[in-house]
Every structure is written in C-alpha cells, then in structure tokens.
C-alpha cells in the first residue's frame, strides 16, 4: 500500500511535479500495482541470493589510456543553454 | 586550545583524485584544468546509450593505497549507483561503491605511534564543477566530470585538531609517495569533510556528529574542528541538543554554516549498478601490485636519521617528497656526506626548484653533478658562494660538469697555502694601520685584511686559509 | 505489395552489381513515403543519409569489400543512438535531441553495408506493450488498423509487417520484440543477455534490455543476429565470446528434439485462439520426431511483479539524467534550479514514463528497499532456476507469447496493471536472461478480424543458434502464408 503522503514524497525524490489531480490518480494507480506486487510476499526468499548481475560475466576492464574527446560543439550541441563554453543553468542555491 | 571536560572525536572522510591516464569509467583524459568542456566524451556528458566501463589501473592504484594501510583487500568487489539531482552530475547518478568498497580495514600510524584505523577505501567517479559568479545563473564545467576517486574513510579515532591534521599530513605523504595522487588540494585533488562529536569522557557512546564540507586547507580543518568543538560545548552548557547535520566552512567567517539535518537528509536509493560486473582482486594482482610499492615515508625516515650527521629533523624535511628523498640518497653516495647533501639540499636546491617552480626530476640537475659539486666545495675547490651560482649554471643543463664550470666562471679558489701567504704578506704590508688595530685586540680589523686579499684574488681565496695564515703571520 | 527479397538476396545482388544498394534503398523510401504515416510507423525518415550511405555501399561493393548485409534496408527502434540523426526514445523531453555517436548496433549495421533509412515509434522510453505511449502518436498494425501492433517496439514490427523495409532492429525488456512481432505476425529474436552490445541503446532496464532483429523470416533475423552480437569493449555486460554460426544450421530438421511445453503458460488467461495454433505447431514437431514434454515454470506467476520492480528501479535510475541541465527539454518558466528540474521533467515525460518512475523511486527507497527491490532481484534467481531445471530435461521450450491478438487502440489504456499483465508470458526470459524467439504460426479469428498469432521459443543461455533452428523449421513447415496484409497498402 501506498498514502497520499508517500506519493508526495516519492515525487519530490524523482524530481517530478504533481498537481492534486495526478496525487490523486497515481495514489490510486500505484496502490493497485502495489497490491499484486506484494504477491512476492508469498515466497521464502531469505537464503536465495538476489540476481544482480545478468548472464554471470565479471572482472571486465578498460585498459588506462586516454582516447579521443568530443569538440566542445558537439558536446554542448544538445544543451538547452549555454554560455562562454558551458553549460548555463538557473543560479545554484546551496550545495548536492 | 582550550582544556575542556568533554572529549573531542573526530572521523574524516578524504576524497583523492587518482592519477590516472583516463577517467574511471571512460577514455577521456584525466587532466586537471583546461579550456571549459573539452575533456568530455559521451559518456562524461551522461549522453543516453553510454555505458561505463572500469578503468583497471584505477583499481591498481586502490591495491597500492591497501596494501600502504595493511588493509583487507576485497577478493570480490561491485559498484553502486548512487541517485541524487545536482547540475554537475550528468547522469543523475553517481557510480561509488557501498557494499563491497575494494579496501576495508585499514591502518595509519602517527608519529606517536597511535593507530588511527581506516573503515574502507572505495572507487567512485568525480562530478564536474558548478560554478557561481553572482547573478541568476550558474555555469557547469564538466571536464572534472568522471576522474577516478578514492574516497578513504577513517574512523572516529583523532581526539583534537592537531590529531586530525596530523593524520591527514601523514595520510598526503603516503598518497604522493605511492604516486597514487598528486594530493594538491588547490587544485582540488584532495578534499576533505571532517565529522566532529563530543562526549563527557571515553567510557560514553558517541554523541551526535556533524559533518563539515567545504575545508579547503588542513588550516581550514583545524579551525574548523576547534569551532565545532566550542560550538556543541556551547550547545551542551545551554542545555540545547545537537542536531545531526551537514555544515559548511566558511573560510572568509571563519564559522561553520548549516547545509541541511538529518532529516532533510537526502535519500540516494543506493543499489547495485547493473551496467557493471562485478570485479574479483587476485592474489596475483595483489603481488604485481606488491612488486612496485615503494617504501613507506615513515620507514624511510627512520632510516634516513640513522645516517652520519642527519639528524630527525632532516630526515623530516628530506622525505616530504619521495624523489627529493631518491635524490637526497643517490647523491649522498657521490658526495660522500649526507649531511652535507642534505644541508645542500635543503638551502640552495629548495630554493632553486621554488624560484622555477619545479619538481627536483625536471630541473636538469642530476644526481651526480650535485653530489660532486658537494664534493668540490668540502675539498675547497670552490667556495659555498661560488658553489651556488655553479649550482644555479647547472640549472636546466643535465650535461653540465660542475668542476667545468668552476673553471668556466672562474670560481676556482686559492687553496694554495704557498700563494695565498705571498698575498696575505702584501696585504699587512700594505695596510700598516689596520695590522696595528688588529695587533690592539680590534677583531673587525681582521675583515678589512680578508676584503683586501678578497679584492686582490677577485673573490677566489679560500676564506678559511686567509683567516688562517693572518692569524699566523700577526701573531 | 510485393516484400523485399531476403536479406541474403539482396545482398548477393548488391554485391554482385544486379542491383544497388542505392536502388533497394530508394524503394523502401518510396513504400515509407506511401505507406509509413498511415501506419504512424516512424519517427524519422533519413532521406539524405540514407541515399548517401546507399551510394557509398555501392562504391564499397564495387570495390570489392565483403559486405553481409550489402544494401539491405533497416530500419531502428529510435531508442538506439544514431550520430549526427535525431533519437528521441518517443519522449517529448528527447524531441531535439541528436546523438553525437553511433550505437555500436549502428556502427555494425554500417560497417556491414546495410542501410539505414528511418528511425521507427515506439512507447515512450520502450515502455509499454501496445506503442500507445509514444509522444508522437500511436502506431496501427498493417493487420487492422484500428489495432495496435503491440510494443515497445511497434514501429518497427509494423514497418516489417507491412513491407516497407525487409528487416529492424527493436529492443526488449520485457516482450518489447516479441509481442509485437507475434502481434503483427512478424519474426522476433530477442538475444541472450550480453550477446548484443548495449553500447548506444537508450537504457530503461539495463539487467533486462537487449536489442534484437525484428524481420519477415527467421533467416534474416539470424543474419542480422551474426552482424550485430559479440563482445563490445564499451559494454561491460556484454559477452565476449565467440559467436557460434547462426545461419549454418538453419535447415537442420528437429528430429529427437526435446520440447518442453510449460504448464503455467497455457492457463485460462491464454486465449483459445492462440493456444490452438501453439498446440498446432507443437503436433507438429512431435510429428517430425520431437518430443514433447510437459515442464513446469513454477515462478511464472511472479514474474510480472519481480519484472515490474526490477525494470522500474533501474528506469528511475536511468532516467535521471533527463533533467533539462545538459540536453533534452527545458521547461520555460522556471523561477529556480529545482522548478527546472520538476517541471522539465513532468513536461518532459508522459504518463506512464512518470507512473514507472514514480513506482522505481518508491522501491529503491529508504525503507522500502528490502521489502520491493532486494525481494524482487532474489524472486529473480527463483525465476532463472526454474529455466534451469527446466533446461535439464528439455532443448527448448515452446509457448504462446501474448495471451491474446492485437488488440484494440484504446482497448486496454484505462487500466495500466492490466496492460502490464498482458507480458506475463514475456517477462521471464528477460529475469533470466534466456533468449526468446517468436515465429508467426498462423492467423486466427479473434473479435471480429483475422489476426496472426507468433509462437515463442525459448532456450538456454545463448542457445540462440538452435532457437533459430526450431524456429525456421516451424516456418518452413507452416500449414498457412503469412504475406503482408492486405491494409497496409490502403
């Protein structure tokens, strides 16, 4: 199950903007996937190790050398906006 | 600092750049500085499609910085992502390492002997750099973006400031002698948060500890541990509760500031990065690994004060740069006197590399001409002044023989007992008065006699000889 | 409309100099031209690009260069990275975004002399099942256009279906290939986890996502398969090694084959029609000398809730970097740095990208991590040991691949869970890595119109060669035609 309040909390975290109609809406949506989701309550998974990586291959490396880098055209072609050479962004308040 | 009840417990967290060729997770250089994003590729730009791959001499660099501490290197080793939104993380993401970090456990002495204790060392890749020169805009320069850090927790161990800048001297000495980072914290190579509690005394738990972020100098750290300290003190006398937070130095105030509490903590949904395998630290790696590591600091500076002459404080200075400390060695063996090198070393080289900014391997002086031309000067072929500007000819000129160039600027000095008694003679001769004031007990006299045979031989005698042989024929 | 010769045809042609890449490139143009908008099939088509790169392979072909795929025309799912060529993932938030690098899938294609000529629809960020999710309109399947033709990758199924390029590249996460190809009656392979470089694919769940060949017969998606798998020093997951020949066998017969047909995948939700027609083909292996089995999967039933948790993580995770910084859409009127990343983001993405997002937030979490992430990757391990088991006793394993025939546009928008539901027969091989194929088998009478229905066949990890195997047998030896629709040339 999932609350009004989770709902609110869970958008912030992922950055998305939600308005009392889609709160609404998705507190309903996602407490119905919610709800067949918890089927997996059922299996006893306590001595089975979680599959976190895919097909089994490991210890793959890159060898240390520098290669090619983008122009800065290309690099700052997509950006919404720019300046001087960089990315522009609305001011920075605070610190991550 | 001030004598207190409470106990100060201070753990720090240390971020070092390693000094690779290329990022950690992709080819683009790894090169401090430089024209605004033009050490990018697609990857470091967080394009859609990229995929990271691990950078192997990056791990090389974390065995070394492991087996330096005496720490558990793990057998099996995996990445995490690490969720948050900030401008200068592309991605979205950073890939760090929570669960299985490659180096846990690990140990630094300090000069007393006590034992701060290492809780891990982990692989993760740099942010780029945001910028904010006023106005309604920031400005992101992503260059920075993707070059392979170590980040080396410590444990709560250090008990005051001097304990913390200590560790974290004595951490930079051993990160630059194992070449792993150049630990320039200027250039933001090493960074540093210190996280600061107090307690009534050691039998207690900890209490709540916040975290500084922003110290930008091991001054900035001390003084910023002693502020904390007097602050929750204050906290405590006042009956007010600490509040577990992340703060800000401020090094122009000289305070810290609030960045957030626990509670507005951010939450990074950590989980295991499924773009890359996970990595297995061999046996075998370990010893290739093993095979290149140099000889701790601190092992090499008790072996250098057991040298003739070189006392504990020499040794100090000579090992705060491993090839100052190569140098010092290779050229003692040429000199024949440590003490003299180091003396050398110390006064004329130092200030030589600091006039031209250099590091001792690109300053064209080699080990052998410096060592003989220490020799020359014990054996009074040249004097300590004609010495230093031999010494300053030699400057940039791999190739260059000092006893050529003694010659070449003409420094050679009179140590001809013989010749130089003939000029002395002329001098008191020629300086009647002055021989009478000396006679008279006037010691000052004695240098107007040296400066006129200093004269007479343009500087080349051998001031010790002629203080010598006027002392002889005065007498 | 006639389809385009195979991919071994053209190919020969081209570099024999009976006909130009140039040529074959223009025709399918020209069908995409006539055709393709109807369809809603495409993105982007590539005129310029296409004729040059055309020319170019005529040039190499002249000059002597061996070229597997000399001129064959291929289209991509425009979630896979194309330099200097718009891919916008069928997101709002991607509209302008141009790649500066080729997918390694791309660079192969290339270097293999096909050519690209469009970039196809699909859900937005490959997530959905019906190609209702893209930002740029929904695709109809050439079979009914009031149908869908399934998804994620359903532009690229339905430009197959319809005849306008011989072959195409999707993606697949949790069906994304194969229910749309079984929905358009199309030929579908997704690979083995790792066969196929990821290098260049928009990510959604990169523990499940591989690209694969969509195709009008099982012998040209293998010669697609032989170009574009094998290991890729920029994707860390992928395989390197070798790739065992996949077109060498394709006519080998399946005489003592072991078939196993999994219990838990012919249940009452699978609809009569369908099951009918993997019945049919199953008689008919057992009639050539194989052996049918009777095998049990039994974690089937919480694949869809491990798939869903699984794929929705990872996607909040990869989809963080669409925040309006360094590409990608910007919102207008943001007054500070967090208004720009909320509402780039909402006005970036739609509905169901922010409803997965939502979902993948919530179970990577603090506090709710072990009770949904951390359960669902161990449920994970459940799901691959039963392939395992399963695996031990059979060669392959053949089922139906969606409960149903296209459905209606619209039909099941309403009820997001629903619709999720319906991948329940695909999700598995994509928790366990395990390859899948779908092969048309026949068309069937489903709500009023005559639909076709795919098989799957799956198999051990990097069995792909055999799945290509049994699979062309069951082409070869299919009771019915299946030709392109009569509706996709209206």
């Known amino acids: 199950m999932i609350d009004r309040r989770t709902v609110e909390q869970i958008a912030r975290l992922a950055r998305l903007e939600l308005d009392e109609e889609r709160v609404v809406k998705l507190t309903d949506e996602l407490s119905r996937i919610l709800a067949h989701i918890d089927k997996l309550e059922e299996l006893d998974v306590t001595d089975v190790p979680p599959l976190t990586h895919g097909t089994g291959g490991a210890d793959v490396y890159r060898a240390d050398v520098a290669g090619p880098v983008l122009d800065r055209d290309d690099a700052l072609r997509n950006a919404p906006d720019q300046a001087d050479g960089l990315f522009r962004v609305p001011r920075v308040i605070g610190d991550a | ?475 | 409309m006639q389809a385009f010769p195979a991919v071994a045809t053209i190919a020969q042609d081209v570099r024999n100099g009976g006909r130009s890449a140039r040529s074959f490139t223009d025709d399918a143009l020209a069908r995409i031209d006539a055709h393709g908008e109807a369809l809603g099939a495409f993105l982007h088509v590539d005129v310029d690009g296409a004729r040059a790169h055309a020319d170019e392979v005529d040039r190499r072909a002249a000059g002597g260069d061996d070229l597997p795929l000399a001129g064959v025309p291929i289209a991509l799912k425009d979630n896979l990275c194309t330099n200097g060529v718009p891919t916008t993932c069928g997101s709002r938030i991607l509209s302008r975004f141009i790649p500066p690098y080729d997918a390694t899938v791309v660079a192969r294609l290339r270097a293999a002399g096909a050519v690209i000529v469009a970039k196809t629809n699909l859900d937005e960020f490959a997530m959905g099942s019906s190609n209702e999710n893209s930002a740029f309109g929904p695709v109809r399947n050439p079979w009914d256009l009031a149908r869908a033709p399934g998804g994620s990758s359903g532009g690229s199924a339905a430009a197959v279906a319809a005849g306008l390029v011989p072959v195409a590249l999707g993606s697949d996460t949790g069906g994304s290939i194969r229910q749309p190809a079984a929905l358009t009656g199309t030929v579908g392979l997704k690979p083995t986890y790792g066969r196929v470089s990821r290098y260049g694919l928009v990510a959604f769940g990169s523990s499940l996502d591989q690209i694969g060949p969509l195709s009008r017969n099982v012998e040209d998606a293998a010669r697609v398969l032989a170009v574009i798998a094998g290991g890729d020093p920029r994707d860390a997951t992928c395989s390197n090694d070798p790739v065992p020949d996949v077109v060498a066998g394709l006519e080998d017969g399946v005489d003592g084959l072991r078939v196993g047909l999994p219990r838990e995948y012919f249940d009452d939700a699978i609809g009569d029609g369908v099951k009918t027609l993997v019945r049919r083909a199953a008689n008919r292996l057992a009639t050539a000398g194989a052996t049918l089995i009777d095998v049990s999967l039994p974690h089937t039933s919480y694949g869809i809730p491990a798939y869903y948790i699984v794929a929705t993580s990872e996607a909040s995770s990869n989809l963080s970097r669409y925040d309006g910084i360094h590409y990608g859409h910007r919102t207008k009127d943001a007054a500070d740095l967090a208004e720009t990343y909320e509402r780039s983001r909402t006005e970036g993405f739609g509905a169901e990208v922010r409803r997965r997002i939502m979902l993948g937030t919530f179970a990577l979490a603090s506090g709710y991590y072990d009770a949904y992430y951390d359960r669902a990757m161990r449920v994970r391990t459940l799901i691959r040991r039963d392939f395992e088991e399963a695996f031990e006793q059979v060669d392959v394993i053949l089922s139906p691949t969606s409960p149903t025939p296209a459905f209606k546009l619209g039909e099941k928008t309403s009820d997001p869970l629903e619709m999720y539901l319906a991948d329940v027969l695909t999700v598995t091989a994509n928790l366990a890595g395990v390859p899948g194929l779908v092969v048309p088998e026949g068309l069937c009478d489903h709500d009023g119109a005559r639909l076709p229905v795919g098989v799957q066949l799956m198999g051990p990890l990097w069995s792909e060669a055999r799945l290509l195997q049994v699979g062309r047998w069951l082409e070869r030896t299919r009771e019915e035609a299946i030709s392109i629709p009569e509706g996709a040339a209206s």
Request: charged letters at 30%; glycine letters at 8%.
């Open chain 2, 1 to 475: 600092m001030t004598t207190s009840d409470w106990e100060l417990v201070i753990g720090i967290e240390v971020h070092v750049q390693l000094r690779t060729e290329s990022k950690m997770f992709s080819p683009a250089p790894n090169a401090f500085g430089g024209e605004p994003n033009t050490r990018t590729d697609p990857y470091t730009l967080g394009l859609p499609g990229t995929l990271p791959v691990a950078n192997r001499a990056a791990f090389g660099l974390a065995i070394r910085v492991g087996l330096a501490i005496d720490a558990e290197l793990a057998r099996y080793t995996t990445f995490d992502r690490k969720n948050y939104f900030y401008p200068d993380l592309p991605k979205g993401y950073q890939i760090s390492q929570l669960d299985h970090p490659v180096v846990e456990h690990g140990k630094l002495p300090l000069a007393s002997g006590k034992i701060i204790r290492i809780n891990r060392a982990h692989l993760e890749e740099d942010a780029g750099k945001a910028m904010h020169e006023g106005g309604p805009h920031s400005v992101i320069d992503l260059n920075r973006a993707g070059i392979p850090l170590l980040e080396i927790v410590s444990e709560p161990d250090m008990r005051s400031s001097a304990e913390a800048v200590e560790y974290l001297t004595r951490l930079k000495l051993l990160l630059r002698y194992l070449e792993v980072s150049d630990c320039d914290m200027e250039k933001g190579s090493l960074r540093c948060d210190v996280n600061v509690s107090i307690r009534r005394s050691r039998t207690e738990p900890l209490g709540t500890r916040c975290e500084v972020k922003n110290l930008n100098s091991f001054k900035a750290v001390e003084k910023a541990i002693e502020f904390e300290f007097q602050r929750h003190q204050r906290c405590h006398a006042a009956g007010e509760p600490i509040v577990q937070a992340t703060l800000l130095w401020d090094d122009d105030k000289e305070e810290t500031r609030l960045m957030r509490t626990k509670e507005e903590s951010a939450d990074y949904r950590y989980f295991p990065d499924p773009d890359l395998p996970p990595h297995h630290v061999t046996e075998t790696w370990i010893d290739d690994v093993r095979k290149t590591m140099p000889e701790l600091p601190w092992m090499r500076e008790a072996r250098l004060a057991e040298l003739p002459g070189i006392t504990a404080y020499d040794a100090g200075v000579l090992i705060q740069d491993r090839s100052i400390a190569d140098f010092f060695e290779a050229a003692s063996v040429v000199a024949g006197d440590p003490k003299a090198v180091a003396n050398w070393i110390t006064g004329e080289l130092f200030g030589l590399l600091r006039e031209h900014g250099d590091d001792v391997r690109e300053s064209g002086i080699t080990v052998d001409g410096f060592g003989r031309l220490v020799a020359l000067v014990k054996d009074g072929t040249v004097g300590a002044a004609g010495g230093k500007k031999v010494l300053a000819a030699m400057y940039g000129r791999p190739d260059a023989d000092p006893r050529a160039l003694i010659d070449e600027l003409g420094l050679g000095q009179i140590s001809d007992e013989g010749a130089l008694r003939e000029i002395v003679q002329r001098a008191l001769d020629s300086n009647p008065k002055t021989v009478e004031d000396l006679k008279a007990g006037k010691k000052k006299a004695a240098g107007a006699l040296v400066g006129w045979v200093m004269k007479e031989t343009r500087g080349s005698a051998n001031p010790g000889l002629v203080n010598k042989l006027i002392g002889e024929l005065t007498r």
